[in-house]
């Protein structure tokens, strides 16, 4: 038998947290979460900043900015990115939305160096609300 190191691999748990999708909602001061279950994007300015910056690498055109400037891919990848998400619920007509966030924030993570680590994604039949996303992150 050879001399083998066995390491151990820390045990992560994952927590189930309901993040509402209200990060166009402006607020003058920190939101607190309704629960401990409940997360508000708006609470979060980072998620807003890494859109936004995820989709500046997109806009070739430097004479106008489009009315629209980020799209749903965008918030995708930026929670993701942001949060450390690690499984995410969704409906299936989000499938190819997340599909191509998943791509955006894959790129924009090794353009800045940063870890990347692709979260499972689950199809939900049964959501309730689209202002509502159920993630999993790292306790």
Not at 11 to 20: A, M, V
Not at 25 to 53: Q, W, Y
Not at 91 to 97: E, G, V, Y
Request: hydrophobic share 45%; aromatic share 6%.
């Amino acid at each position: 038998m050879n001399n083998a190191i066995l390491k151990t691999i820390p045990q992560t748990t994952l927590q189930r947290k309901l993040l509402l999708l209200d990060g166009n909602a402006h607020r003058l001061s920190p939101v607190k979460p309704v629960a401990d279950n409940v997360l508000s994007e708006a609470g979060f300015p980072e998620i807003r900043m890494t859109a936004c910056l995820i989709a500046a690498q997109r806009w070739e055109d430097d004479t106008h900015s489009p009315d629209i400037f980020t799209d749903t891919a965008d918030w995708f990848a930026a929670r993701i990115l942001v949060l450390n998400i690690r499984r995410l619920e969704i409906a299936p007509h989000d499938l190819k939305t997340v599909k191509t966030a998943l791509l955006r924030a894959q790129a924009f993570a090794a353009q800045h160096k940063r870890p990347f680590r692709q979260p499972e994604i689950r199809i939900i039949l049964h959501q309730k609300d689209n202002g509502i996303c159920p993630i999993w992150v790292e306790q």
